[in-house]
């Protein structure tokens, strides 16, 4: 069974800086495209950005271009999203999701909470 | 890239069907066959009910179902149960390794 569990959230200010991991197990993690999908507070699903098998390719939404960087540790089966230059609208649970890239669909984890707030 | 449109919400009584749908473009849900649905629940992780237009991961009742025509994906249920009272998102492939998804939709079950 696939399992993911996020870690790293919590309340920031806004331009401040947080790393999110997220542990999986269950699968053999350096088969699989990796992503990071937040939810604002009330609102819909966003993809936000994804990674390879070997971490050579990333690719992410406009929005957090030049401020968020995924990376991966497939020896520690570790997924990571470091994010900088936070802004009030990055307030968002943070879901470290299998796929979709090859998968074609995501599989979740449970989420973590992301508040940026002065 | 913009979210795929979804009704905001939909509603039916107990043992009926309903739809709902996903419009998305030509750069999307047209152009792919990769469009997903997932279930969410207050508080909850999603979770995918259909995949690739119209496939149902294994434990998944048949009562949901998935398609397509054109720019527009669609999912259905049938035999409305209270447990499907949940939020629904769809979700596409929009090319260059990116996904996109709906804005989500509140199913009631009346």
């Known amino acids: 069974e696939v399992h993911l569990v996020e870690s790293g959230g919590g309340l920031v200010q806004p331009g401040g800086s947080l790393r999110l991991s997220c542990a999986a197990s269950?699968?053999?993690?350096?088969?699989?495209?990796m992503s990071w999908v937040r939810q604002a507070p009330g609102k819909g699903l966003e993809w936000v950005v994804n990674i390879n098998h070997d971490g050579s390719e990333t690719y992410s939404v406009a929005s957090v271009k030049g401020r968020f960087t995924i990376s991966r540790d497939n020896a520690k089966n570790s997924l990571y999203l470091q994010m900088s230059a936070l802004r009030a609208e990055d307030t968002a649970v943070y879901y470290c999701?299998?796929?979709?890239?090859?998968?074609?669909?995501?599989?979740w984890g449970q989420g973590t909470l992301v508040a940026v707030s002065s | 890239q913009s979210a795929l449109t979804q009704p905001r919400s939909v509603s039916e009584s107990p043992g009926q069907s309903v739809t709902i749908s996903c419009s998305g473009t030509?750069?999307?849900?047209?152009?792919?066959?990769?469009v997903s649905w997932y279930q969410q629940y207050p508080g909850k992780a999603p979770k995918v009910m259909i995949y690739?237009?119209?496939k149902r991961p294994s434990g998944v009742p048949d009562r949901f179902s998935g398609s397509k025509s054109g720019n527009t994906a669609s999912l259905s249920i049938s035999g409305l149960q209270a447990e499907d009272e949940a939020d629904y998102y769809c979700c596409s492939y929009a090319g260059n390794y990116t996904w996109v998804f709906g804005g989500g939709t509140k199913l009631t079950v009346l």
């Open positions: 269950g699968f053999t993690f350096s088969n699989f495209w």
């Open positions: 999701a299998r796929g979709a890239n090859g998968l074609r669909y995501f599989d």
């Open positions: 690739d237009v119209s």
């Open positions: 030509s750069s999307n849900v047209g152009y792919y066959n990769y």
